[in-house]
């Protein structure tokens, strides 16, 4: 794959540990994101790139990986006003606090876009 093709990044976290607090339609959101997706993919505008169960390692990795390319970062799952709730490697919650997050995702030089779909923020 041509490595100028814009990346679409969809990275989604649900609460494995209380489950009063479990998404039971992310699964429903990453797919109806991945069809709205599925023309441009195969007429190979871009690259589109999943990660669910979603850990901070996953997200450096993945803007490691695609380095620069990344042109739209989706996260969907429970965040509030100051940080985004992931998953550990244990399964265990995450945190990745926004000013952090901000800092790192405005030093992508390809970014145009991210969409944070979380319950406040």
Do not use: W
């Not at 540990?17 to 998404?23: G, S």
């Not at 709205?36 to 990795?61: F, P, S, Y």
């Not at 989706?74 to 992931?86: I, M, N, R």
């Amino acid at each position: 794959q041509p490595a100028n093709k814009p990346v679409i990044f969809l990275a989604f976290a649900n609460d494995r540990v209380d489950n009063t607090a479990y998404l039971r339609n992310l699964p429903i959101e990453m797919d109806g994101i991945r069809k709205a997706l599925q023309k441009a993919r195969q007429a190979g505008l871009c690259e589109v790139v999943e990660r669910a169960n979603t850990t901070v390692e996953n997200i450096l990795d993945v803007f490691q990986e695609y380095r620069d390319r990344i042109a739209i970062f989706h996260y969907g799952g429970h965040a509030d006003s100051y940080e985004l709730l992931l998953e550990s490697l244990s399964g265990e919650h995450a945190v990745a606090h926004s000013e952090g997050l901000v800092s790192f995702l405005a030093r992508q030089k390809g970014l145009q876009m991210v969409f944070i779909n979380g319950c406040c923020s």
